[in-house]
């Protein structure tokens, strides 16, 4: 992405390690040295079963390499994913643009834990989230030309019901099956002003927890809700003197999207029929919309179907325009999930074709002179907007 605000979709894979069970077994995925190429190997064993199912012999090599803005193998550490996949898009909302990071891949391939695993006892296993977060406030503190307003909501996304994960409890059905309008906000999300990063932190947390309580309500609902997190950086210039008048200014709005997609195996192709017309009729109407919407975009279609559901409504400005994002592909090592892997690594070279420009957002705003010994006295947090 250059100052101008127009790139692409910046795509990067992260090959989970093994689990316990898989210890042994062959992998199908190999980074290589530049690690941005990777190179999938399809068992023959694979390629018999596809042949014999009726899929064609013709033009299926068993080796595939694709191309990515980075790869990350087993060993490589969230840190690392961090620094690659996050800090770009965290810079670019600090600055006023919209940003978006997307984990994508197969129930078990390891966005939870690239996302949000919030660290607990062992804080080098944070994920990107907690680290997105320490590393706003740390620019916070560290910036002394600016003061900000930080704001965090949640919700998940589930059988096309969006619910608010920050609505209180016991409040009836506040915060249930809240409305997306055309701009993609969802209407009456609860908003939560973070002054420090255990504020934020908790936020988040408590998000998560609502998201776990849904799960074992749903039935294991968490492989097929999609989990949003949004922070708005509100920015202004900092005041160095106190006119006693009230004064007008451009304040910049960064809204960082993050999103923990529903797992992609999910996704089945129609015209089935038995069994797999039932697996079928669990289509996760979001995540169809959404690889058809990317689809739409890499081919640069006239029309992209953003409509088609509450997820690409959201996201219209993600992955159709205003903002800088980056795509986290997760998928296992284990050769058993290679025609899955497969098909993820395909989605994700597609992604790769995707144009978006982003503008700055900016905003008028008022300070209180009354309210200005925060700024004074060279505090980051802003409490003067009027
Ligand atoms: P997903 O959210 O894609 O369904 P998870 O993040 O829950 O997958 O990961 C599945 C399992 O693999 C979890 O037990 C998780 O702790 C583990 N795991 C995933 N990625 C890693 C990693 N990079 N390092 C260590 N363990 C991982
Ligand atoms: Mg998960």
């Not at 944070?126 to 003061?147: C, E, K, M, W, Y």
Request: proline share 3%; glycine share 10%.
């Amino acid at each position: 992405m250059d100052d101008s605000g127009r790139g692409r979709v910046n795509v990067f894979v992260r090959i989970r390690p093994p689990l316990p069970r898989e210890e042994g077994e062959p992998s199908c995925l190999t980074v290589d040295e530049g690690e941005t190429n990777i190179t999938l190997q399809m068992q023959d064993g694979d390629a018999v079963e596809r042949v014999l199912a009726g899929g064609s012999f013709q033009n299926s090599p068993l080796e595939k390499k694709f191309a990515f803005d980075g790869c990350f193998d087993g060993e490589s550490e969230q840190k690392e994913v961090f620094v690659a996949v996050g800090k770009p898009v965290l810079r670019d909302v600090i600055s006023g643009y919209n940003g978006c990071i997307l984990a994508y891949g197969q129930t078990g391939a390891g966005k939870t834990h690239s996302l949000l695993n919030a660290g607990g006892r062992s804080p080098q296993e944070a994920g990107l989230l907690p680290r997105t977060i320490a590393a706003l406030f740390v620019h916070i503190g560290s910036d002394t030309q600016n003061v900000y307003n930080v704001e965090v909501g949640t919700f998940q996304l589930y059988n096309e019901q969006v619910d608010d994960l920050l609505a209180e409890a016991g409040e009836g059905t506040r915060g249930r099956n809240l409305n997306v309008v055309n701009s993609g906000e969802v209407q009456g999300l609860t908003w939560l002003p973070c002054k420090t990063p255990e504020e934020l932190l908790q936020a988040f947390q408590r998000g998560r927890n609502n998201i776990v309580y849904a799960e074992t309500k749903m039935n294991k609902a968490s492989s097929r809700s999609h989990a949003v997190f949004q922070i708005k950086v509100i920015k202004r210039a900092r005041a160095t003197e106190n006119k006693g008048a009230a004064v007008k200014m451009k304040a910049t709005v960064g809204k960082l999207t993050v999103v923990d997609l529903a797992g992609s195996e999910r996704v089945k192709r129609s015209g089935v029929s038995g069994q797999q017309l039932k697996e079928a009729a669990n289509i996760n109407t979001s995540l169809l919309a959404f690889g058809n919407v990317v689809q739409a975009l890499a081919d640069k279609k006239k029309f992209i179907p953003f409509r088609d559901s509450k997820l690409t409504r959201i996201l219209q400005d993600s992955i159709g325009g205003n903002s800088k994002t980056s795509l986290l592909v997760c998928t296992s090592p284990a050769a058993e999930s290679c025609s899955e892997t497969s098909s993820t690594l395909e989605f994700a070279s597609r992604a790769m074709r995707v144009e978006i420009t982003a503008t700055l957002n900016q905003v008028d705003v008022t300070v209180d002179p009354s309210k200005l010994a925060a700024d004074l006295a060279g505090e980051g947090i802003d409490k003067a907007l009027l």
